[in-house]
C-alpha cells in the first residue's frame, strides 16, 4: 500500500481530484480538516487544551462544541494563537493518521492511502508519505473556480492565493505534479498513467 500526501493552493481542485481516486482506484481517502475536527469534539484533550488558550472570546458555541469559524477567525488575528492551536492540533492529527495508515496496511485491503492537506509541506509529511502529490491549475482558472463555487471576490482569492505557498514552491516540495487546469477527463488521464507506472 501507498501512502500518498495530496497539497495544492486553494482554487486547484483538490476536491475534483480526490473524488476522481476515490471512483477509480482502490484506496482510502484522509482529509485532514476532517481529522482534526473530530479530533477537536468536546470531551477530547485537544478540545481542552485549545479552549484553555488565552482566547479574547469564548469558541465554544451553545451546543458545546468548538465554534470553528470564530476560531479560525481569531487565530488569523493573531499569531500567538495561531502558533499555538497548531501546536497542540499538527502534532495530534499526524499521530492519528499516522495510526490509521498504520491499520490499513496490516489489513491489505487497498493499493492507496491518500491525504490531504494544505499545509503537508510546512507540516513535515514530505518526510512521511510514500510520495508527494502537488495539485496544479493556473491562477486564472482557480479565479474562476472560487468565484464560482464560493462567490469570492477577485480581490479575496489575489489575497488568499499570495499569502499561501507559490506554485515554484509546492513543485519544489512535489514528487508528482497533476495539472487540474483541464477538465476531469484529462486529470482522471493522468491519475491513470501515474498510478499505473
Known amino acids: 500500500m501507498k501512502f500518498i500526501g495530496i497539497t495544492g493552493g486553494i482554487g486547484a481542485g483538490k476536491s475534483t481530484v480526490l473524488s476522481l481516486l476515490k471512483e477509480n482506484f482502490n484506496c482510502r481517502i484522509l482529509l485532514a480538516d476532517e481529522v482534526a475536527a473530530q479530533l477537536m469534539m468536546a470531551g477530547t484533550q485537544c478540545f481542552e487544551a485549545v479552549v484553555g488558550l488565552p482566547w479574547p472570546e ?3 458555541g451553545t451546543d458545546g462544541q468548538i465554534n470553528r469559524p470564530l476560531m479560525a477567525k481569531l487565530m488569523f488575528a493573531d499569531d500567538n494563537l495561531r502558533e499555538s492551536v497548531n501546536g497542540i492540533v ?3 492529527v499526524e499521530r492519528e ?10 489489513k491489505h485491503n ?4 491518500f491525504f490531504e492537506a494544505a499545509l503537508l509541506i510546512e507540516c513535515g509529511y514530505g518526510k512521511l508519505v510514500d510520495e508527494m502529490w502537488y495539485i496544479y491549475a493556473d491562477e486564472e482558472i482557480r479565479t474562476k473556480r472560487l468565484m464560482e463555487s464560493r462567490g469570492y471576490g477577485v480581490e479575496r482569492i489575489k489575497n488568499t492565493i499570495m499569502s499561501q505557498r507559490s506554485d515554484a514552491s509546492f513543485r519544489e516540495h512535489a514528487d508528482r505534479i497533476i495539472d487540474n487546469s483541464g477538465d476531469k477527463e484529462s486529470t482522471l488521464a493522468q491519475l491513470k498513467t501515474i498510478l499505473s507506472d
Open 110 to 113: 487497498i493499493e492507496y492511502f
Open 90 to 92: 499538527h502534532p495530534a
Open 97 to 106: 493518521v499516522l495510526n490509521q495508515v498504520e491499520e490499513e496496511r496490516k
Open 58 to 60: 469564548s469558541i465554544v
